[in-house]
């Protein structure tokens, strides 16, 4: 079992910077590759970002790459996000997902655990 624990979210305005934290705990935490992905009311859970246990491979959803970067301490078994030059439309729910295994997946039925979400709200 994996615990994750996301933080970080907050209200900021847009063109600003933000990054949001997820911790986990429960099982040895380089054996898993890890998500980012985010909610909105009446849409999918969206694909934002992966990154493979050992954190030298990420993968970006098209619409974010160059925005959003994705890294992990394997030695504090924490996973970030960080958003930059923030836009309306990212205004969410961010969850922390991780899948045994350690590959890069952008399928969020592929992941084992989840954490509870942070909210991400963005303002003009």
């Known amino acids: 079992q994996v615990q994750l624990v996301e933080s970080g979210g907050g209200l900021v305005q847009a063109g600003d910077s933000l990054r949001l934290s997820c911790a986990a705990s429960?099982?040895?935490?380089?054996?898993?590759?890890m998500g980012w992905f985010r909610h909105t009311p009446g849409k999918e859970r969206e694909f934002v970002a992966a990154i493979s246990s050992s954190g030298g491979v990420t993968y970006y959803a098209d619409s974010l790459k160059g925005r959003f970067t994705i890294s992990r301490s394997n030695t504090e078994n924490t996973v970030y996000l960080q958003m930059n030059n923030v836009k309306l439309e990212d205004t969410a729910v961010y969850y922390c997902a991780a899948r045994a295994g350690g590959g890069l997946y952008s399928l969020k039925h592929l992941y084992n655990y989840w954490g509870q979400g942070t909210q991400v709200t963005v303002s003009s």
């Open positions: 429960g099982r040895t935490f380089s054996n898993y590759g």
